[in-house]
């Protein structure tokens, strides 16, 4: 400060602004925090006004726009006059992934990862990528890395091993002791609208897979109801729906 005087101060404040909104408008758009809605716009608001040059306002009012029920694509439209940063990158490669554009995505999670190589979240978003396109031993690997090597306590990451442990029938019984454990423990652990519906979600597939349907369709109940608001966790149920034929009851539910 003694050498920067008070633009050096005003600028780590709006660097310190741009930063809170932007975390709160992740909280809101990753996790599903709806409460934190408001407390997120007025963040956000407050960074337009006083830190519009910050690369986070940018990527705030981007995750903001998203979760406010814009498109993808208008959400992207919020970055591109933003410096390239490591969060930046991040929310374009989930966005684009979003919109369903996965060969971008992977592009864009590469490029979060050079600029950021400690990012868990473009880590986990990288193994997710990788399990959707079926190369399940390397997702596990890089599931694995990013619990034993950055953050072993990180619930996203635990929830989606034990999913992806389930769905290739890898130490499974493991994996349903983990979501039970995560369950168990939701309010100490603090866990969000959609890490509580994932982990029920992950759950309801494994009963499903022991032909269990009374199990599988009360954890994909559960999870509709952690997370009401998001169409994804309608699917476990549709999809039991469709098994027994009741068409009309799974287009309703269906999030598609």
Aim: proline content about 3%.
């Amino acid at each position: 400060l003694r050498l920067t005087g008070r633009p050096g101060l005003r600028d780590l404040r709006a660097a310190r602004l741009a930063l809170l909104a932007r975390v709160e408008a992740e909280r809101v758009a990753l996790f599903g925090e709806r409460d934190r809605l408001d407390e997120a716009k007025g963040l956000v608001a407050r960074a337009r006004a006083q830190a519009s040059a910050q690369p986070d306002t940018r990527v705030a009012d981007a995750w903001l726009q998203w979760a406010d029920g814009s498109t993808p694509d208008v959400a992207l439209a919020a970055l591109d006059a933003a410096t390239d940063t490591g969060a930046l990158a991040y929310a374009r490669a989930w966005l684009n992934h979003a919109a369903g554009r996965d060969d971008k995505a992977l592009d864009f999670v590469r490029r979060a990862i050079h600029l950021d190589d400690r990012s868990v979240l473009a880590r986990k978003l990288l193994a997710d990528l990788k399990a959707e396109r079926g190369e399940n031993s390397a997702a596990l690997e890089e599931y694995g890395d990013i619990l034993s090597r950055l953050a072993p306590d990180h619930v996203d990451t635990r929830i989606a091993l034990a999913r992806l442990r389930i769905a290739v029938n890898k130490r499974a019984g493991e994996a349903v002791t983990e979501l039970k454990g995560l369950i168990g423990q939701a309010e100490r652990l603090k866990l969000s609208p959609r890490q509580l519906a994932a982990a029920h979600d992950s759950l309801g597939r494994y009963h499903a897979r022991q032909g269990d349907l009374a199990s599988a369709r009360d954890a994909y109940r559960r999870a509709m109801e952690a997370a009401p608001e998001d169409p994804r966790f309608s699917a476990g149920l549709a999809r039991l729906d469709l098994d027994e034929f009741k068409l009309d009851q799974a287009e309703a539910r269906s999030p598609w």
